[in-house]
């Protein structure tokens, strides 16, 4: 049942995510599904929770390969789910996805509807097209492709605020015992609850949350 007292917050779906994360991507389109049927009285905010920190160090041979095998196994568990494996062979791979969480939260301050326009150039960048997120030339070419002001994004991308603002939502995360992503919390009668993740199948989600 939905909330009735009067000092109840309002409904929240919380989305915790990285941008560079395999699994991430694979669950986006059942999080449009989700979205999509969020009732009205519930609304969604994306936490940007931080996979790995800022790093220029090559990424380890076993971690490649242990990340590549992540992708075969999202390719077999999760329909409609491709990777470009040209990436391991075109790009230097880096261990680190803070700046790609520091870009969407760059392009949500420049314009709030630019949160997944940025999350999806990435996502793509990454996983179709065999570009390095974690360079920063990279997410500023993304931040050209939608077209946001690049200038005034280069500078919030290594602002202050923006560090604090991912530093927070890294915080909060952990905060509430996030400690996998993708995650689903809804937030109601002042109590934080989580929700099972299936990447093939929305219904029970959905319809818990028309319960609330």
Not at 29 to 58: M, N, R, T, Y
Request: charged share 20%; aromatic share 12%; glycine share 2%.
């Amino acid at each position: 049942m939905r909330p009735n007292s009067e000092n109840d917050k309002p409904a929240v779906l919380y989305y915790f995510h990285d941008p560079m994360c395999s699994w991430c991507y694979a669950f986006r389109h059942s999080l449009e599904e989700i979205v999509q049927s969020l009732p009205q009285h519930i609304s969604l905010q994306k936490i940007v929770a931080g996979l790995a920190p800022d790093s220029f160090e090559p990424m380890p041979l076993a971690t490649q390969a242990y990340v590549q095998k992540n992708w075969q196994n999202i390719e077999q568990r999760v329909r409609n789910t491709q990777f470009n494996y040209d990436f391991w062979t075109q790009c230097k791979p880096i261990r680190s996805t803070y700046p790609a969480c520091r870009a969407v939260l760059s392009a949500k301050k420049q314009d709030a509807s630019k949160e997944d326009q940025m999350l999806k150039a990435i996502q793509n960048g990454y996983y179709q097209q065999a570009k390095n997120p974690s360079l920063l030339a990279t997410l500023h070419a993304f931040a050209e492709e939608i077209q946001l002001d690049v200038e005034m994004f280069k500078q919030d991308l290594i602002s202050p605020e923006i560090e604090q603002q991912l530093v927070d939502e890294i915080q909060f995360s952990r905060s509430i015992g996030i400690r996998s992503f993708p995650s689903l919390t809804l937030f109601t009668q002042n109590q934080y609850l989580p929700l099972t993740i299936d990447y093939n199948n929305t219904e029970a989600v959905i319809a818990l949350l028309k319960e609330y």
